[in-house]
């Protein structure tokens, strides 16, 4: 089981790499959500020890309600620490939900996105929607590359080609294929 600190040590790292989805949001908030259980516990039992029934009861049950510090502070000062974690949790569970999402797609590489524009282009050319067994030669420095190729359109209006790549007849990924060209053109310069 992971300690306090480590959670929060946890929640640091996620919180500056940023968070590439809603989920891992959700798992930064539920780190800081088991830290104050076992805060909450630890400032239970400090008000149990010294019977202390309104401030033991007045104890949120989640993290986003805390607003005690000072009440916590006063009644019984020996909390001080504890107390501090949790506007420390507080503090960076704000800053966690104001986060941006910032998913981390799989860039393309620029060799990608030339291969794309130009197979684009070619369907420009023909004014073609779909096309079977596009001939790619050209564009893989001679390779028997063929493609089927087809302008999607999806329901937000947005235009993308969808493409299967096939080398020597052999469906193979793109990325794949432009490794053996950029092999090929070293060998052969």
Known sequence: MLTVEAR???VNEKFS???PSKAAVKDALGDLSWAYDS???TLGEACLAVKNDDLYWAL???LHHWRHSERFLNALPETEPTVRLVEQLVDLRNAVKNAPVTPKGTPKTTREAEVTRAVRSLMETRKASYERGLKL???FG???VTANVHLVTNHFGTQFLRAFYYLNGE???VNVIIAIAEKLEAQNP
Do not use: S, W
């Open 8 to 10: 929060i040590d946890r």
């Open 17 to 19: 790499q940023g968070f």
């Open 39 to 41: 805060l909450k516990d």
């Open 60 to 62: 949120p049950m989640f």
């Open 137 to 139: 030669a050209e564009i």
């Open 142 to 144: 001679g390779l028997h």
């Open 171 to 173: 469906l193979t990924a």
